[in-house]
């Protein structure tokens, strides 16, 4: 689509006082958002859509500001306006005016993170006659802009500040720091130093329409101190689906990482070191243990577990009380004082409107789970718990149930799972602590089978015919129909395909398997794997499991590594289970390899296309790569199956 032939102009002078100490090294605008400054992120939005030139006020640390430019794809755009001293936000445009009297341009600031649909902004401006359109929130703590029941400004409370009036009643919104302005709106900015409010207030005097657009419900961040800067981070890294960041340049050696870790370029992590819910600053130098702070050359600022969160997480936190048989843990050997407060930390979100939070007095926390009142899977996840922990199966310690609110407590494993860990560890580590992951394996397909009558649940819970069919044409439906949008040739052979596959798995001797051991579902816990996400445990072929870990597209194992665990897996089972025949295994294998994946590309169509969690399309190509691999090992027992993937890859 043609781009809008729209200016730009980024406020990028301010002194960033309440960022300090962080602003001592890097202005606003430069600092970092998982290896991207905050300046870069903003001007690729914008020149995905707009076709102008690009202006940029300049005060405080502009020779870092100058040199970014000179390095970034927009050097022959821009044209610098330099301040001194600094003019503020209307000063700024009365400064540039010779640049921006062209014709319409839209000011951001660029030290603000704004996700929302920035043509309709623009478009709206363009075709309304208006002098001004004000991006908006409803933000209560920052709406100063009063506004008329058209949406037009009428008065702004405390300019420049951000207040609102607590005292006076009327509609307000917050001004979001985008705006599309007519060239006209410069003719109401006196010389020198001004608020851009004045030309708001002075062009709506004058009779001039200055309108608000409201895109409450869109992220906005105003990176304005350390706890907002943060909060930054952590969202980017949720709506990316990671936890754990290592910019290009950093020199990290053997360290423990787990929470939320990001590591900027040009910082050093030396050997040994241990982060959990840290932010390392480009320059920064790090050794020993570091716990929720920003880490910079010569600073640290220590936040909280709270301000180390996603926003959508912190948002949900609450104070909770503790008393009552649910939190008997929390004794008043632990706490100090039975049946006080609490503070409880969202952690993550689970099916049936399940949540889990990390609750916390003194030096002791444990996790609460929360299910919806009709969330199927809560019993079993008690009944599943006491019987694997009663065969040696490494889950959570149960510590409290209360069955009529669906809510549990358990045993509190960390931050780390073992996809966060594979991002940082070294080769010889990770095979250490995949033969440990296999040893859980061994435990539940061994021990735990053999006693799987202790816990009817799941005894009877079969991974039969109709369940393996149902992921076959799960994998059909979401990612062959929905997201890729494929043909099928003959759907009558590929449902035949599917039908033969389901009998084939079908006919092995099903053990307790825990449909969905891949590695975000292992916590290590002290260095030691722990399994959790249980609830869906079935009896099937446990093949499955061994499909889901070793062949996992989260997490691609070297082939190597593959065949040594893989011949660690059948030694121990051999071992610890007198039933298992390795021929009956191994014939297995690629069977249920297939449908594992076919379901996890089902899984990865479903999730990004119907619950927006767009980062699972990072693991298809890794998922569909597998699934050839396999179907090609089979193409004369599956032919329209291969056929069919072949066409999608």
């Not at 090294?25 to 998982?34: C, E, Q, T, V």
């Amino acid at each position: 689509m043609p781009k809008y032939p729209v200016n730009v102009f980024l406020p990028a002078a301010g002194l960033g006082e309440r960022l300090r100490p962080v602003t001592r090294h890097l202005p606003k605008p430069l600092l970092p958002i998982l290896g991207k400054p905050i300046i870069g992120i903003i001007l690729g939005k914008l020149f995905s859509i707009c076709d102008g030139k690009i202006g940029v006020n300049l005060h405080y640390h502009q020779d870092l500001v100058r040199h970014w430019f000179k390095e970034s794809p927009y050097e022959q755009r821009v044209t610098f306006f330099p301040e001194s001293p600094i003019l503020g936000t209307g000063g700024a445009l009365k400064n540039a005016e010779s640049f921006l009297a062209g014709g319409p341009f839209l000011v951001h600031n660029a030290d603000i993170l704004l996700d929302i649909p920035l043509s309709t902004l623009i478009e709206a401006h363009l075709s309304s006659g208006n002098i001004a359109t004000l991006a908006t929130h409803r933000h209560p703590a920052l709406s100063n802009v009063v506004i008329d029941e058209n949406d037009c400004v009428l008065e702004v409370e405390n300019p420049g500040a951000s207040r609102p009036d607590r005292t006076r009643m009327a509609r307000k919104v917050a001004f979001t720091g985008v705006a599309l302005y007519s060239p006209e709106i410069l003719q109401f900015l006196p010389a020198g130093a001004s608020h851009a409010t004045t030309a708001w207030l002075a062009a709506a005097k004058a009779g001039r329409t200055v309108k608000t657009m409201d895109f409450t419900g869109s992220y906005w961040n105003d990176v304005g101190n350390p706890k907002t800067y943060a909060a930054a981070v952590m969202d980017t890294l949720r709506m990316i689906g990671e936890t754990f960041h290592r910019s290009a340049g950093a020199a990290v050696g053997n360290i423990d990482a787990s929470g939320y870790v990001v590591i900027e370029q040009g910082s050093t992590v030396r050997d040994g070191s241990s982060l959990r819910n840290c932010i390392v600053m480009p320059g920064a130098e790090v050794s020993g243990s570091s716990d929720n702070c920003i880490i910079g050359p010569d600073y640290r600022v220590q936040l909280t577990d709270a301000d180390m969160q996603p926003s959508a997480h912190a948002a949900l936190g609450k104070d909770m009380g503790l008393s009552g048989p649910l939190f008997a843990s929390f004794d008043a050997k632990s706490t100090g004082e039975k049946g006080s407060i609490g503070t409880a930390v969202l952690i993550g979100f689970g099916g049936s409107d399940r949540r889990y939070y990390r609750v916390r007095q003194g030096s002791m926390t444990a996790v609460l789970m929360e299910c919806g009142k009709d969330d199927p899977d809560f019993d079993r996840h008690i009944s599943y718990t006491a019987f694997f922990a009663a065969r040696g199966v490494p889950v959570p310690r149960l510590l409290g149930t209360d069955a009529r609110t669906k809510r549990a407590v358990f045993e509190d494993l960390g931050d780390l799972t073992l996809y966060s860990f594979l991002r940082y560890a070294d080769p010889l580590r990770i095979e250490e602590v995949y033969r440990k992951v296999v040893d859980i394996l061994v435990r539940i397909h061994g021990p735990a089978t053999e006693h799987v009558h202790d816990c009817p649940l799941l005894a009877s819970r079969l991974f039969d015919h109709s369940h393996l069919r149902w992921e076959t044409t799960y994998f059909l439906e979401q990612f062959v129909t929905n997201l890729r949008h494929a043909a099928v040739r003959d759907r009558q052979a590929l449902e035949e395909d599917f039908d033969l596959l389901a009998k084939t798995v079908n006919s092995f001797l099903p053990t307790v398997i825990h449909r969905d051991f891949q590695c975000q579902n292992i916590m290590l816990h002290n260095n030691v794997p722990r399994v959790i996400d249980y609830q869906g445990a079935r009896m099937a072929p446990p093949a499955y499991d061994v499909a889901s870990v070793i062949w996992d597209p989260y997490a691609r194992l070297d082939d190597g590594m593959r065949v040594r665990l893989l011949e660690y897996y059948l030694q121990e089972m051999q071992a610890a289970s007198k039933d298992f025949e390795e021929k009956a295994f191994l014939e297995s294998l690629v069977p249920c390899r297939l449908q594992r994946h076919m379901q996890a590309l089902g899984a990865y169509a479903f999730l990004s296309q119907v619950k927006g969690k767009r980062y699972f399309l990072r693991h298809v190509p890794a998922a569909l790569r597998l699934l050839a691999e396999e179907t090609a090992l089979v193409r004369t027992s599956y032919p329209a199956l291969h056929d069919l993937v072949r066409s999608l890859t």
